[in-house]
């Protein structure tokens, strides 16, 4: 990080949470004063489409009485999916996926992450 550009005034920090200013101070004071808190617009969108989850079950094909196990991350190194790149194959290992759906949302932003996360769980 250019503390010059902090130290211009013409820098901002957007984090995403709190406790993700908190982190940054811990490690670089000198961004005190300089983080926006932006929000996660993908937690945002997940939260948001709660009124449509009888159209999402209904769409994936899950009862209402039946459970569903839904994994949603990034896919960047610090990531959940990015430092477990193993997870989704021993998710789909370890659940009866005959009674419990399983569904994953990747939040990538480019076809290859996609693809890298397919090829993750896809049968050998």
Same mark, same amino acid.
């Given at each position: 990080?250019?503390?010059?550009?902090?130290?211009?005034? #013409?820098?901002? =920090?957007?984090v995403s949470h709190p406790a993700q200013e908190e982190q940054l101070l811990a /490690?670089?004071?000198?961004?005190?004063?300089?983080t926006l808190l932006v929000g996660d617009p993908c937690f945002d969108e997940l939260v948001g489409s709660r009124t449509r989850r009888?159209?999402? #079950?209904?769409? =994936?094909?899950?009862?209402d009485h039946q459970p569903l196990v839904m994994v949603s991350s /990034?896919?960047?190194p610090t990531?959940?999916?990015?430092?477990h790149p193993n997870l989704l194959p021993r998710l789909l290992a370890q659940?009866?996926?005959?009674?419990?759906?399983?569904?994953?949302?990747?939040?990538?932003?480019?076809?290859s992450c996609s693809s890298r996360i397919a090829a993750s769980v896809s049968p050998r």
């Open positions: 990080m250019r503390d010059s550009l902090l130290e211009s005034g #013409r820098a901002w =920090l957007a /490690t670089h004071p000198k961004v005190a004063g300089r009888k159209a999402y #079950r209904e769409a =994936l094909g899950v009862a /990034t896919w960047g990531s959940l999916l990015g430092s659940l009866p996926c005959d009674t419990i759906p399983f569904a994953t949302l990747p939040r990538t932003r480019t076809a």
